[in-house]
Every structure is written in structure tokens, then in C-alpha cells.
């Protein structure tokens, strides 16, 4: 996909057609949107309305509610092809590098203050170029990718084990660029940041749409791939006018991966199977609501772990809040035992995934959500040196 609509000369999409038996084209009143043509001081110019305070603060998207925008496969199409004209059932729109311009507004939309950055035409650039262009730093290039994996989480999937291969274009095009590996949804030399998603919802407004671990296997639970539903990376996304990384401090030493490589060099499996081996601390903590709250006891070391066979837990008593909790799923945030893995500081925020032990395997987790650690939560971990440190899998 990546060849054929990557080296088009010029893609034509159907936007709202609801499916393959409708076309291009449906009856309008093209006076609503025609540009009025007018003489003005001996010169010939296009008389446009203002745009109003809602265009003004937001900018005016094209795309709401157009059926094509709402599938996932498409994604991936729109991002790749250099030149797109879209038709709209009022109008026909057009987008390339330079512009993106409708018949209303055909020397481009109103301008869109707080939208910093067009993450699409960024990315385009990256993947159809030979790199990063000039100026524009790595970090910047992976919160493109983030922005793309989540408008891609909000559209739909007829198959939804084609998770992983309706995006694969954009990836396969993005590693050569990068010259990073790809691994199940994240790239290895960011993969600090790749951990701290969010589902359902964004920080601030956890929830706010539904989602769930898929019910057979698709991806290891730390990618963003396992999950049905919205995924959100708005906390740790840079932006191109704060010139400063947002990666301050990685508090998780990653070992090593056991990938299923022939997945991974491929891209077009429905399936990765792939796992951290990490070295690090593990706190045992309990969720109280929306706060993860510290289990009575040590660190996890050589000490029996949760869903170990014969392992107790010493989780009779709980004191001192770390911080908030973000579910990777729908669940009662009160009855959740786990434990709690620092993983980076980002800009002002403390992060964390919340993992809890597999039955049967030693030192062998997977992940059930994010936490957000305060500054009382740091303590818990300020002073721990090296032989505090535990090795152990995240699958």
C-alpha cells in the first residue's frame, strides 16, 4: 500500500460514499459554496465570508461525518498518497504538502490558531521523503505517530484482527525514515514514551469511551494494538513550538525483546507476539478508586508475587496515596491489586504501568493500565539503587 498510493500522481476518494456501490457524485446547490468572483479597483478577486469565532478558535474540519474518514484502512491511504481530491456530497476538497483547500475556501481553510500542527501533512513528508527534513527533531517525528494512532483507534474495523495491518504502510514507510524498528504499535528507541498510553479516554477525562482488551490474542498487553478502543498519547506529545524534548528521565532499564521477528520485518501478521525483559522497581500497590494507593510491605524481590502458585499477599493493610490511576479497561477501581513499575519522567509527570503477575510464571507481568505518580509517589522510589532492582518480563 505504501508503493502504490505513495507514488500516485493523484489519489481520488469517494468521501462520502457510504460504501463500494455509491460514487463520487450527488446532487447540490453549488451556489452555497461557489467563490464569488468580483471586480474590485479594476482587479478581479474572490469575495469570501469571515470565518466565524468557532473557525476562528477551532478551524473548520472537513471531514466530520464523512464515512470514509471513519475507517480505519483509510488512514493509512490518506497519509501515504502525496495529492488527494475528495468528494464531499457539497463539495470537492483537495490536499497535498502545501494546501489543504476546499470550493469555498479554494486558497485554503481559514487559519486555525490552536491547531500547532498538521500531524498528516508532517508525516506525509517523513515517510514519502527521503527522512527527516531539516530542522524537524526525532521526538517531533514519533508524536506524528502518536497523533496517527489515535485518530486511528477512533475509526472502525470490520476484521478486528487487522488491527495492526491496516496501519503497517504508514509503519513500514515511517521505520525506513527513522531508521528505528517497529515492534507491535511502538518503536524501540522511543519506547519509553511508547508505554504511556492511554485508553478510553485522555488524561483529565479518563473513560470517556469504552474499551477492553481484545479477547484473543492480538498484541503483548503493552501495546496500545490489545485494546479495543480510543487510545490516547495527548500527555506526552511534543509540540513543534516548545523547542525542548519531553523525555526527561527513562526509569525503566530495558533489557532485551523476545519478538517473533518474521511478524515484525513483515508488518503484515495479525498477530505480534513480542515481550519486554526490563530491569527495574516494582511496587505493590492497590487501586482506591481513582488513586493507587501502596500495599503494606517491601519491594518485590525474592519474595513470593502475586499469582505465583503457593505466593501469599501480605495486602491486608494499605496506607499513603502515589498518585492516579488510568485503567486499560472498564473495571471496579476498587478491588485491583498489582504492582506499580516506573517507566519515565515526562516534562512535569511521573509515569508508571500498573501490571499484575501471570499465574504459573516467575518475574512474568502484564499490563492492566497507567499510573500517574505525585511527588509523594516518588519518594517511594528516591534512594533505590541496584540491588533493589528486580528483573522481569512484560508480556
Not at 527527516?132 to 475509526?155: C, H, I, N, Q
Not at 473513560?207 to 479495543?228: K, V
Amino acid at each position: 500500500m505504501g508503493d502504490t498510493y505513495g507514488n500516485s500522481t493523484v489519489t481520488i476518494a469517494a468521501d462520502s460514499a457510504e460504501d463500494s456501490s455509491k460514487g463520487c457524485f450527488f446532487p447540490r446547490n453549488a451556489l452555497g459554496i461557489k467563490p464569488c468572483m468580483a471586480k474590485v479597483f479594476g482587479r478581479f478577486c474572490i469575495i469570501q465570508r469571515h470565518a466565524n469565532d468557532v473557525e476562528e478558535i477551532f478551524g473548520k474540519s472537513m471531514t466530520v461525518g464523512l464515512p470514509l474518514h471513519e475507517r480505519a484502512w483509510v488512514l493509512q491511504e490518506q497519509i501515504l498518497a502525496c495529492r488527494t481530491i475528495g468528494f464531499q456530497k457539497d463539495q470537492v476538497h483537495w490536499r497535498c504538502s502545501n494546501l489543504l483547500g476546499v470550493e469555498a475556501h479554494p486558497q485554503g481553510l481559514p487559519g486555525m490558531p490552536h491547531q500547532l500542527q498538521d500531524y498528516r501533512s508532517h508525516l506525509q513528508g517523513i515517510i514519502n521523503g527521503t527522512g527527516l527534513y531539516p530542522g524537524l527533531r526525532k521526538t517531533e517525528a514519533y508524536g506524528f505517530w502518536y497523533r496517527s494512532v489515535m485518530d486511528f483507534t477512533t475509526r472502525k474495523l470490520t476484521i478486528p484482527s487487522d488491527k495492526l495491518v491496516a496501519i503497517s504502510g504508514i509503519a513500514s514507510k515511517m521505520a525506513v525514515s527513522v531508521k528505528d524498528d517497529y515492534i507491535a504499535g511502538l518503536w524501540r528507541s522511543d519506547i519509553h514514551i511508547g508505554l504511556l498510553w492511554v485508553a478510553g479516554g485522555t488524561i483529565g477525562f479518563p473513560m470517556e469511551l469504552p474499551a477492553r482488551r481484545t479477547e484473543t490474542y492480538r498484541a503483548p498487553s503493552w501495546s496500545w494494538a490489545s485494546i479495543e478502543g480510543f487510545i490516547s498519547y495527548t500527555h506526552v506529545i511534543p509540540s513543534l513550538d516548545v523547542p525542548k524534548e519531553v523525555l526527561k528521565q527513562p526509569l525503566l532499564d530495558i533489557i532485551d525483546y523476545d519478538i517473533n521477528q518474521s511478524a515484525v520485518r513483515s508488518l503484515s501478521s495479525q498477530e505480534t507476539f513480542a515481550a519486554i525483559r526490563a530491569k527495574g522497581y516494582l511496587l505493590r500497590i492497590r487501586t482506591c478508586g481513582e488513586r493507587l494507593v501502596k500495599a503494606k510491605g517491601e519491594l518485590v524481590g525474592s519474595e513470593p508475587e502475586y499469582g505465583q502458585q503457593g505466593g501469599q499477599s501480605n495486602s491486608a493493610t494499605f496506607f499513603r496515596g502515589l498518585g492516579f490511576f488510568y485503567p486499560d479497561e472498564s473495571c471496579d477501581r476498587h478491588s485491583i491489586e498489582g504492582l506499580c513499575a516506573p517507566v519515565a519522567s515526562v516534562e512535569q509527570s511521573n509515569w508508571c504501568l500498573i501490571l499484575k503477575a501471570e499465574e504459573g510464571e516467575r518475574h512474568t507481568y502484564s499490563r492492566i493500565g497507567l499510573g500517574q505518580l505525585d511527588v509523594e509517589g516518588m519518594t517511594e522510589f528516591e534512594g533505590l539503587e541496584g540491588p533493589s532492582a528486580t528483573e522481569f518480563t512484560i508480556v
